[in-house]
């Protein structure tokens, strides 16, 4: 039974017998019942709000990434695939670390130096597997984590590289040389 249900409970049970007291005593019974009708109430008001909470977190283009890493080149660079993906055709961003969303929860204490740091945070595109490996972090006091918007395959549409089986390198800039006529 959820806590704010137990609280809900126990709220009506003192109203109701606050109500079968007889006046001189229900006036002596709400003195004391009172404060603790009003924490349950707040437990159960807390209760609710958590239920309909949503965990929210911040994302960002592959671009903004990018300059995050370039600015912070120690920045923890969190890859939540399976170790068969990290290591496959796609690869990985350089220096990530990879632990599998399903291994998440019970690998937090490999993560705890970063707990106040900000990191990037990526799966392979926009599915749940971003979302929730946000919100198990979130859960867990990592406030800082931000979610690459598109995952490993919008990083190297937009032209990032990647490291690992195969090396996905971005497209080099076009040479725009300017010609002269002939001085």
Known sequence: MPSGDLSLSWLRTAAWRLRRAPAAVGRSALLGVAPAALAAA???????????????????????????????????????????????ALGHIFHSRNIPLPQLPFRLAELSGYRDRTFLVYCRRDDECGPTGMAILASSGFHNAVLLDGGIQRWIADGFGTVGEQIVTPPQPAETGSTTEGT
């Not at 592959?62 to 660079?77: N, Q, S």
């Open 42 to 88: 707040t437990l159960w008001g807390c209760a609710l709000f958590d239920r309909d909470r949503q965990t929210t977190f911040r994302r960002v283009l592959p671009p903004v990434a990018f300059e995050m890493l370039r600015d912070t080149p120690d920045l923890l660079i969190l890859d939540l695939r399976q170790p068969e993906e990290f290591h496959g």
